[in-house]
């Protein structure tokens, strides 16, 4: 079986970083990923994205991403469900990030960008494996 995904997109927010009563970081972030195709308007759509990320990646994603930029994820889909005080229950569908890369060009402060390398990670870029002992 296999579960796998792979997006780029843009944030739609700054990330939010928590952590766990355990100690364990955890950041949000919603990525914006247009469609390839237009609809019947001419126009393209957009799908967003809720993603989750674990320990130094999630440290890292809070540090370095923020609203407008663009990010590849790459992880696995996610579902889960809980009753709100009404005993509604809801469905709840997110991108459990494993590998994240910071495709913007890193702002150098004096309003000048520095250009990205040809593999598109630029000296910006980090990307981050996390093992399989993510906490749920």
């Known amino acids: ?3 796998r995904v792979v997006l780029i997109g843009r944030l739609t927010k700054d990330p939010e970083l928590r952590y766990t009563p355990n100690g364990v970081a955890v950041t949000n972030f ?5 469609r390839n195709f237009k609809n019947a308007q001419g126009e393209k759509e957009t799908d967003f994205f809720t993603c989750v990320v674990y320990k130094q990646l999630a440290e890292l994603c809070a540090n370095y991403l923020a609203k407008g930029k663009l ?4 992880g696995r889909i996610q579902i889960r469900t809980y009753n709100d005080k009404d005993g509604q229950k809801h469905w709840v ?12 060009p890193k702002d150098s402060g004096d309003g000048s960008t520095e250009s990205p390398s040809p593999s598109g ?9 996390l093992d399989d002992d993510i906490p749920f």
Do not use: C, P, R
């Not at 919603?30 to 247009?34: D, F, K, M, N």
């Not at 990010?71 to 790459?74: L, T």
């Not at 569908?93 to 913007?104: K, M, P, R």
């Not at 990670?121 to 494996?129: A, L």
């Open 93 to 104: 569908t997110e991108i459990i990030g494993e590998n994240v890369q910071f495709l913007s």
């Open 121 to 129: 990670k630029g000296s910006f870029g980090h990307e981050v494996n």
């Open 71 to 74: 990010a590849s994820v790459d």
């Open 1 to 3: 079986m296999l579960n």
């Open 30 to 34: 919603t990525l914006a990923v247009e």
